[in-house]
């Protein structure tokens, strides 16, 4: 049997208020305001203005565990009145961001279903999927996944390669595998809408929830057209601030829901190519310049893009090997090793290698004449199949001359994959000498991305 009762409730709410929007109650008794203050229960008595004000316009409400466990012994009796006070046909999502090993696990589940009562929980699932089991195991209960959450330093795990792509996005393709009764969703901030396209893409089906709309200042719009299910459903949009701090709570949640209906009757907005989303990256790092250049081939040039720059910005870098891992991962023979052109590609084809798990080598461009003079840097062995990692190419010499010098090793060499083709002619010279060119951009895509900045 698949049981979705939590979604299938979060569906009919949905159909009920004509919106997606989620109220987030988190109450901060220094930003309490003063209307309240002179209530014997102040903190209650703002949560039900709140809970009040949006009755009919909010499909969820999402209190934040956090608030409440701060307050000691008062702020456990100020959840449970809380979510008494929800409703009982509006879904209740407890965030929690629960995850450990499976018993302490079990004991979460127990709580947030059997104590709080509430209709679903955001888990962190990065402990694996034993560590949600006990949740997902609640047939009608929901489960929200930490996916790509809404802090600024969201990237730095989520956004790490894993093989081919980004860690955020392997969650979001594997999560169908993770409950054998289809509740489960994820969670994906509004401050990296980019990011809600990509999960969208990946896993068409699940539910959305979205934070950081209002106060953190995510983009509502954007991401609402971004996350939606070509059925016009499938994302909740989460604010807090932005309503209980508003002069009037009512007029806030108004206009919160009117923007969340109008995005979701927009048309969606697809994710944009990983390799244009560089182009801003290149340009932030002062990578791409315009005046007259001469170029490595002899040619000259009114454009010079110098992708070494982005070593001093690791979040490009990982973006950069997520792109590269991608392109390998799609060719239809395999290779063993990655191959850097000396020397301006060696740090692109460092962290490809880390993203790929294929050992680094390289080619040198001159012999030592000390030590053990190894034409080729690394482990390798001939009839190995190596891929050639260059940063650009312009007529494609610098490829050519690395490909000869492994050849002669007796490393095998058909492919050559770069971020940018200056469209000069290097795809049909590699071509003749046997080798495939796999570029992410053209120089005209990135010249045209520039004119819309």
């Not at 009608?140 to 809404?150: A, E, I, N």
């Not at 940018?420 to 080798?435: V, Y």
């Amino acid at each position: 049997m698949v049981a979705k009762d939590f979604f299938g409730k979060l569906s009919e709410s949905v159909d009920r208020t004509g919106s997606a929007l989620c109220v987030g109650l988190d109450p901060r008794p220094q930003n309490l305001p003063d209307r309240f203050k002179l209530f014997s229960d102040p903190l209650l008595e703002w949560n039900l203005h709140v809970i009040e004000s949006t009755e009919g316009l909010a499909a969820a409400y999402k209190p934040n565990i956090a608030f409440y466990e701060a307050l000691g012994r008062a702020g456990f009796d100020l959840l449970k009145r809380t979510i008494d006070a929800i409703p009982l046909d509006t879904p209740v999502i407890l965030d929690a961001k629960r995850g450990d090993i499976g018993s302490t696990a079990e004991a979460y589940a127990r709580a947030v279903f059997d104590v709080w009562g509430v209709d679903a929980v955001t888990v962190n699932p990065f402990l694996g999927r034993d560590s949600i089991k006990p949740f997902v195991e609640r047939v009608d209960k929901g489960v929200f996944l930490l996916c790509h959450t809404s802090n600024q330093g969201a990237s730095d795990v989520q956004e790490v390669p894993s093989p081919v792509e980004p860690l955020y996005i392997r969650m979001a393709r594997e999560i169908h595998r993770w409950s054998d009764y289809g509740n489960v969703g994820l969670v994906v901030g509004a401050t990296f809408p980019e990011s809600i396209a990509y999960v969208r893409e990946v896993s068409p089906e699940a539910w959305m929830l979205i934070p950081g709309v209002g106060a953190q200042g995510g983009d509502l719009e954007r991401a609402v057209r971004s996350g939606k299910r070509s059925d016009g459903k499938g994302v909740l949009v989460n604010v807090s601030r932005g309503i209980s701090l508003a002069p009037d709570a009512r007029e806030a949640a108004e206009q919160f829901h009117r923007r969340i209906s109008e995005a979701l009757e927009s048309p969606a907005l697809p994710p944009e190519p990983l390799a244009l989303t560089l182009v801003d990256d290149l340009f932030e790092l002062g990578a791409v310049q315009f005046g007259d250049f001469l170029l490595a081939s002899g040619r000259r040039s009114s454009v010079y893009i110098d992708l070494r720059r982005i070593i001093g910005d690791p979040g490009t870098m990982r973006k950069m090997a997520s792109l590269y891992a991608s392109q390998i991962a799609g060719m239809p023979r395999k290779p063993d090793l990655i191959a850097a052109v000396p020397y301006g590609a060696l740090p692109i084809a460092t962290v490809v290698s880390q993203a790929t798990g294929l050992p680094l080598i390289y080619p040198r461009k001159e012999v030592k004449d000390h030590g053990t003079r190894q034409p080729i840097e690394g482990v390798y062995s001939a009839g190995k199949r190596a891929v050639l990692v260059e940063d650009l190419v312009t007529s494609g010499g610098s490829v050519l001359e690395a490909a000869e010098k492994l050849r002669s090793e007796g490393i095998e060499v058909t492919d050559a994959v770069v971020y940018l083709d200056r469209e000069s002619g290097a795809g049909e010279r590699l071509r003749e000498a046997g080798i495939s060119l796999h570029a992410a951009l053209k120089l005209s895509q990135l010249l045209e991305r520039a004119k819309s900045r």
